[in-house]
């Protein structure tokens, strides 16, 4: 199918943008498209005006101090990978970054553009939210700063005004003494996860502090546990793995559908919380090894 027509709009500015995005009524913004251009093919979305930001070169940087990762509107998933400031800074995004899809809508899909579209069946709105991140939204009305756990109020609905474009979203840096890591069950490489999990262990030397996990596919905005009680002990052996597990299947509630029924994404989110946090704890041990 081919889109319905729009008009057809490339700002030279972010300042520009913003006030066409002000001045439009039935709008879309387009940065990656790998999200938009099939709801627009499909017609699922008809909006009246695109405004293209793909010329704004002020929007596509990665900039990483030491305490923060800042990705642009238009930093490309594939770039956000492989920045090595990214990788040392907060190995979650790039381990969570590697199951987005396929090579080719890595390349154009952007990371900021994935957050937006708020998909709770997608990785990095989970990532943002896990890690307690933030993103700045512009408008003609100035700019602000949103948390991750004010933005998604929906599936697919976030809490951005009608006229405001994000331009950055904000990682933290990984604590010392943690570790991180992501994994998830697809029926296919590169489709949509039927669940999905991504971990942050904390430990204060060899005793587990803290153990937070976020998940996707099984529930309607990205959905973040604190499984600290489960390692009271802090220890990661067999009988703290059983609690954490336990203590998932108890708390998520996903929907059944034509790929997974309720119950059996329920069994992945505790299964791939076992591994996960293995997965996250062994990386403690190996970062506190080299330090």
Same mark, same amino acid.
């Given at each position: ?44 979305? $008809?909006? !009246? ?6 010329? &704004?070169?002020? /929007?596509? +940087?990665?900039? =990483?101090?030491? #305490? @923060?990762?800042?990705v642009g509107a238009l930093a490309r998933h594939a770039e956000v ?36 579209? $708020?998909? !709770? ?6 990532? &943002?939210?896990? /890690?307690? +991140?933030?993103? =700045?939204?512009? #408008? @003609? ?63 204060? +030397?060899?005793? =587990? ?83």
């Amino acid at each position: 199918m081919k889109p319905a027509p729009f008009d057809y709009l490339r700002p030279s500015s972010l300042a520009q943008a913003l006030e066409m995005y002000a001045a439009a009524t039935d709008v879309k913004v387009l940065a990656g498209g790998q999200s938009l251009i099939p709801l627009l093919s499909m017609r699922l979305a $008809a909006p !009246a005006t695109l405004i293209d930001l793909g010329g &704004l070169a002020e /929007l596509a +940087g990665i900039e =990483v101090d030491g #305490s @923060v990762v800042c990705v642009g509107a238009l930093a490309r998933h594939a770039e956000v990978e492989r920045h090595p400031g990214v990788r040392a800074t907060q190995p979650l995004i790039g381990q969570a970054l590697r199951l987005v899809a396929h090579p080719t809508i890595r390349n154009r899909g952007t990371t900021v553009g994935s957050i937006v579209h $708020a998909d !709770a069946a997608a990785e990095m709105p989970a990532v &943002l939210c896990l /890690l307690g +991140g933030h993103v =700045v939204a512009e #408008s @003609v009305r100035g700019s602000r700063d949103i948390a991750a756990d004010d933005l998604f109020v929906g599936p697919l609905e976030t809490s951005l005004a009608a006229d405001e474009i994000v331009t950055g979203a904000y990682f933290p840096a990984l604590p010392a003494g943690a570790g991180t890591a992501f994994d998830e069950v697809s029926r296919r490489h590169g489709d949509y996860a039927l669940a999905g999990v991504g971990v942050v262990v904390e430990c204060d +030397g060899d005793r =587990v502090s803290r153990v937070r996990a976020g998940y996707i596919s099984v529930s309607e905005t990205p959905l973040v546990l604190d499984l600290g009680a489960a390692f009271a002990d802090g220890v990661v052996d067999a009988a703290a793995l059983d609690r954490a597990a336990a203590l998932v299947t108890e708390q998520v509630e996903p929907e059944g559908d034509i790929h997974a029924s309720a119950d059996y994404r329920r069994h992945l989110a505790g299964v791939l919380t076992r591994q996960v946090v293995e997965q996250a704890y062994a990386a403690t041990v190996v970062r506190q090894g080299a330090a």
